[in-house]
């Protein structure tokens, strides 16, 4: 494992084909200088004249695809996965803001995309690889992103935009992977097509419920007055962080599970799908706050309160997804970057997704390893400018006490009840420490002259 910068991004195009061995150097060079300062524009992310102007000719060249920039790292992704035991396949779909642009052609109409204030963007769907087999769910990258416009026409009649999901599960099936395929999706996955879908492929799937749909019972009943008749099993406590509307507590929750067979769509009542739900419900929530409440349909068995926590459990790493479309959003800033084309946008995107992800797993390294000494994965110079700026007299430091130390110079302060950092203040701490390395080589190299 090596964490530095400079080598994880020539990795992440190794084998890139974009037709032009210029645009294959270019992209390493505006990934490296994105990386260096994520959230600044591009004339601040490359500095140089030249670096300027080769990056707005490679955001305007049409003969970029979106695919081939992100396909690199996907079949990485999809490498490492081959020997795992279970992956998690996280999909959600991100909706990328331009209304403000409005003089950007050739956006899509995102009006009923979540979020969005009817007005134009970018439809990304993504799914992430996580591995929760660990101490600490790791990301490993990557597994599938498609852009969808829904202004332009699609020559099947029959398409809809739920085929979104069930194209993903197409594209990351792998028939020579040994890992075991466990779909993990929000309430746009409550489909019936969407469930068959990952059954076909044999990959499980969990997915929280949206729908009161009919059950194939002895006697038919709704799915919601089925969850409410069911005994409990068990309770947990689960630690709820305050958010607007929602107060900080730790929550009771109730939890109880049951086979069910739902019934397929109006004009195909016949079809049914057998498969497990649970029902989490929190008991006694605090004066004037809803209670938390998860219907979740899986395919995957249960018999046992063990084996349902264990896929609830699962399921709240779905929210890693939502911190990646943070990171494309807030430290990558792309619905601020200003790109007169929707393609231009997409060349754009297709490298700040990456720096997003790599964002993103920043935090992975200092709960993966822990203890592992910072100097053989971190470039020695970059550490010991770190101990110095904290003046801390060791010479070696471990890569979780490297990343605290980082963290705090991003504005983590540490306390007890603020957890572990964040990729935020992570990302703003490696952001200084690299201008503080950046000056040191200037000095050593002998590009400052005093006097």
Partial sequence: MNIENGIWIKSQFEGIDLKDERLNKRI??????????????????????????????FFDSKQIDFNEIVRPHIDKTKKKIEEREIILAVQDTCYITYSHHL????????????????????????????????????????????????NKSNDDEDWKETKLWQEASQRINDKN????????????????????????FKHDYIIRSAYDRWLDYPSKIKLFDF?????????????????????????????????????????????????????????????????????????????????????IKWYRHRWIIEEYHKCIKSGCKVEEKQLKEEFRIENFLGVANIIALRLLQLRDFARLSPKMSAKKVIEPLKVDILLKYNK??????????????????????????????????????????MLLVEGAKLVLSGGVIYG
């Fill in 28 to 57: 390493n060079i505006i990934a490296s200088n994105m990386m260096k300062n994520p959230s600044a524009s591009i004339p601040e992310q490359n500095n140089v004249w030249k670096d300027i102007k080769g990056a707005y000719r």
């Fill in 103 to 150: 003089s950007v052609n050739g956006l899509s109409n995102i009006g009923g995309g979540r979020n969005s204030k009817n007005g134009k963007g970018i439809v990304l769907h993504n799914t992430l690889a996580i591995d929760p087999l660990k101490t600490h769910p790791e990301v490993i990258g990557i597994l599938d992103q498609h852009i969808y416009n829904r």
């Fill in 177 to 200: 992977s040994n890992a075991h395929i466990v779909e993990v999706m929000d309430r746009e996955g409550d489909v019936f097509d969407i469930m068959q879908n990952c059954l076909n």
């Fill in 227 to 311: 969850i409410k008749k069911l005994k409990s099993t068990g309770v947990v406590k689960l630690d709820v962080r305050k958010k607007q509307g929602q107060v900080a507590r730790k929550a009771t929750l109730d939890i109880s599970f049951s086979e069910i067979k739902i019934c397929g769509p109006k004009n195909r009542k016949k079809e049914i799908i057998k498969c497990n739900v649970i029902y989490v419900i929190e008991k006694d929530p605090p004066k004037d706050q809803e209670p938390l409440e998860w219907i979740l349909l899986t395919s995957i068995d249960i018999d046992s309160f063990e084996e349902a926590c264990q896929v």
């Fill in 392 to 433: 801390i007299q060791k010479k070696e430091i471990s890569i979780y006490e490297y990343y605290r130390l980082v963290a705090s110079m991003g504005g983590f302060i540490g306390r007890k009840s603020d957890g572990e950092p964040g990729w935020q203040t992570l990302w703003k701490g490696e952001t200084k420490l």
